[in-house]
């Protein structure tokens, strides 16, 4: 079982269809981040949180859109989005992510979207 | 951001130890060495890390080349759980970004 819990496990979506994807640790982590994952694909970094403020966005289109409400949850809402988006979507948290932090990420297992 | 170079995939016996072999001659004072795998159906897991001296935890140790050009993952006794995809992975001490490179495939015969 892992220690970052990220919901739903599937998600089916129309391009029209507004949706979001929740992530949530309880570590007392301070850095979150999403990545996207295509098939038979490393993980790619989309968005890095550090105490709730986005420190990196890996210029990501705005049809993606992060929010950090508190340091325990992390969201991804999306809004028109397209076939080639159909991807797993990764959550992570570590204990820092500032200079000087080399902590590891602890990894949910991720959200699947497939967009029709 | 410094970039590893993996083999594309590996094969391994069950029970027997496995070394899988990472190259980073571009690697800079402050980077880190981690090491990740993610098992099929899952998220990433963390394995390991190190800077300058060899790691030991309770699922592998981390060789790291004097130079620390290259490193090596060990898997002392490989079981069939261990079958995953491997990524060795450079991260500043600066801050910031885990960038996952192609990874390892590493099978394990019965």
């Known amino acids: 079982d892992t220690e970052v819990t990220q919901t739903p496990k599937h998600l089916v979506m129309g391009m029209t269809n507004k949706k979001s994807l929740k992530c949530e640790q309880h570590?007392?982590?301070?850095?979150m981040y999403w990545y996207k994952q295509k098939a038979k694909k490393p993980p790619e970094l989309m968005f890095v949180y550090s105490y709730e403020k986005l420190s990196i966005n890996e210029s990501v289109p705005s049809r993606f859109s992060p929010e950090c409400p508190n340091s325990s949850l992390l969201n991804l809402h999306l809004h028109a989005l397209q076939p080639e988006d159909s991807a797993l979507y990764l959550c992570?948290?570590?204990?820092?992510?500032?200079?000087?932090?080399?902590?590891?990420?602890?990894f949910g297992n991720g959200t699947r979207l497939t967009v029709t | 951001d410094a970039k590893t170079t993996q083999p594309n995939s590996m094969e391994s016996n069950e029970e027997e130890p496995v070394h899988l072999p990472c190259n980073h001659s571009?690697?800079?004072?402050?980077?880190?060495i981690h090491w990740y795998r993610q098992l099929p159906s899952q998220g990433p897991e963390y394995v390991i890390h190190?800077?300058?001296s060899n790691v030991n935890n309770r699922m592998a140790s981390l060789a790291i080349a004097e130079d620390r050009k290259s490193s090596t993952l060990i898997l002392h006794r490989a079981t069939l759980r261990d079958a995953a995809v491997y990524y060795c992975?450079?991260?500043?001490?600066?801050?910031?970004?885990?960038?996952f490179g192609q990874g390892t495939e590493l099978s394990v015969k019965p």
């Open positions: 570590m007392g982590h301070r850095a």
């Open positions: 571009t690697i800079s004072g402050t980077d880190y």
């Open positions: 190190g800077l300058t």
């Open positions: 992975i450079l991260r500043s001490n600066q801050g910031g970004k885990l960038i």
């Open positions: 992570a948290s570590s204990q820092g992510v500032l200079k000087g932090h080399n902590s590891p990420l602890h």
